[in-house]
């Protein structure tokens, strides 16, 4: 017969769990970066930076580092020029910098070439399954359109972040039935973040009604 296994001090007895190991979760990692270039009109920084996470919440987009530009008139006509090949200046050029940003949206632009539109935002290291993009907006467009559309200035930069985004997250509007896709998940998201839907949707189908008379 064995003889018994005397416990000393120093003997430890582990104890086995007959709980399951619960695996840690991959937390969402959303990076927004606003970058305000322009001192003539007050931006609601706080504001686009939640508007922005929030309609990657709910494009489903769970890691990202989007960075937000907002300019004068004449650095957007620069931007414009040189990537688009286009004269004067525009609302809004989104730059998608990673495989995750789907669509070519405005101007495809290397990862390595992120500091060509202006300051790199993010340190430039390899973010696998992240969507990386810059979103550049003309505060002065802005605020022209917000008079002729009887909305706030914060309101259509707002517009401006979630055209970008949907952009970047993988939406097109350059074939007529896309572009209504993309009117309709914009209006839908606009409001799920606690915005009116863009006023121009509204205008557009009043001066089409009234062609129609």
């Known amino acids: 017969m064995p003889s018994p296994v005397r416990l000393t001090s ?6 086995v769990s007959s709980k399951p ?3 840690k979760k991959t937390l969402p990692s ?3 970066a606003l970058n305000n270039q322009q001192r003539r009109v007050t931006i609601r920084e706080r504001s686009l930076c939640r508007i922005a996470r929030e309609v990657l919440a709910l494009e489903k987009v769970s890691h990202a580092e989007i960075g937000i530009r907002i300019v ?3 650095t957007m006509a620069t931007l414009n020029r040189r990537w688009l090949g286009h004269d004067g200046t525009t609302d809004v050029v989104t730059f998608p910098l990673s495989d995750e940003s789907r669509h070519i949206g405005n101007v495809r632009v290397k ?3 992120r500091a060509a539109i202006g300051r790199s935002f993010f340190p430039q290291e ?3 399954n992240a969507l990386l993009g810059d979103i550049v907006v003309s505060a002065d467009t802005a605020d022209r359109e917000a008079l002729r559309l009887g909305c706030t200035t914060h309101e259509e930069l707002a517009y401006y972040v979630v055209h970008g985004l949907l952009h970047l997250t993988g939406h097109d509007d350059h074939s007529l039935r896309d ?4 009117r309709r998940r914009e209006a839908e998201v606009m409001v799920a973040v606690g915005l009116r839907s863009p006023l121009r949707d509204v205008i557009a189908r009043r001066t089409r009604q009234g062609k129609t008379k």
Do not use: A, F, G
Request: proline share 4%; net charge positive; aromatic share 0%.
């Open 21 to 23: 190991v619960r695996r």
């Open 30 to 32: 959303i990076q927004i």
């Open 179 to 182: 572009s209504r896709r993309m």
């Open 111 to 113: 990862s390595t070439s």
């Open 10 to 15: 120093q003997t430890k007895v582990k104890k």
């Open 126 to 128: 390899e973010k696998p």
């Open 72 to 74: 004068t008139d004449r």
